[in-house]
């Protein structure tokens, strides 16, 4: 079994995984981090792309699950040299890996690793396409703090033309019961998409999710000054206001802190629940490589 977009899991198996990353949360809490479940097993990690929380997130839950891992310093591969990703794979294939964990820039990488080798692939983020671990440890998160994800309205708001991660949760949370509004700059909105205000969005919503501006992908500048893009199209107190008066803030990092996010909010335990997505990643990570490893 691979996890490769968010449509290749049974709505089973979202349920396990949601069901055992919080049992991995409340023991990570209660001073017991981890077990030997996966003793003897190895991870390989090839991350193509610059990451910090979910590399080290995979690289922590296979650890605590008693697995080895292995990561390649793609920077220092044969990457380097010109190899090219079907020829990097198999060669990592051949060193029989338990489960290979993904990133690359391009769209639909992720698949293509998955017909090379036998082990159960993870996709940790292929171009603009999915992030499906992101948007599994993003509904947990949700369904934590709010006891259920029914219901409840989630506002995804930035550069959604961009982001696997708004198109992994826009997948996820309505199969599980949520409404999603997706809002952003005309500029950073899929064409297909109705156009909608970042203040429409957000107006009574329970959930604010606020993404990144995912210049590495810009074709051309945004040309935006100083300031502009917060004022515009960012979460500033007073767009926020407009949420329910309990709503709670997301964001999946790195934070463009001052640009898409105003710093008092992003760092308000009151109202943000990021570092506990971060927590979560965890958590669910190990959930995901125990029922992939497991199962294969
Ligand atoms: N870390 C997330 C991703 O890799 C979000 C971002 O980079 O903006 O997609």
Redesign the pocket.
Known sequence: MDLLSIDSLSDDQIETILDEGERWFEAARSGSPGDEGLRGKLVFNLFNEN?T??LMSFATAARRLGAGVVTLPVERSSVKKGETLEDTVRTLGAMRPDALVIRHAENGAAHIVAEIVSCPVINA?DGTNE?PT?ALLDALTIRSHFGRIEGLTVAICGDIRH???AHSNAKLLPRLGATVRLAGPPDLMPEDLPQSSIDEAVEGADVVMM??V?RERLERELGDAPGEYLQRYGLTAKRLARAASHAMVMH???INRGIEIEDAIADDPQRSLIMRQVEYGVAVRMACLDLLISSS
């Open positions: 990451s929380r979910t983020g992030h992101q982001s696997r991660v993404l990144r995912q999946p990092g790195p």
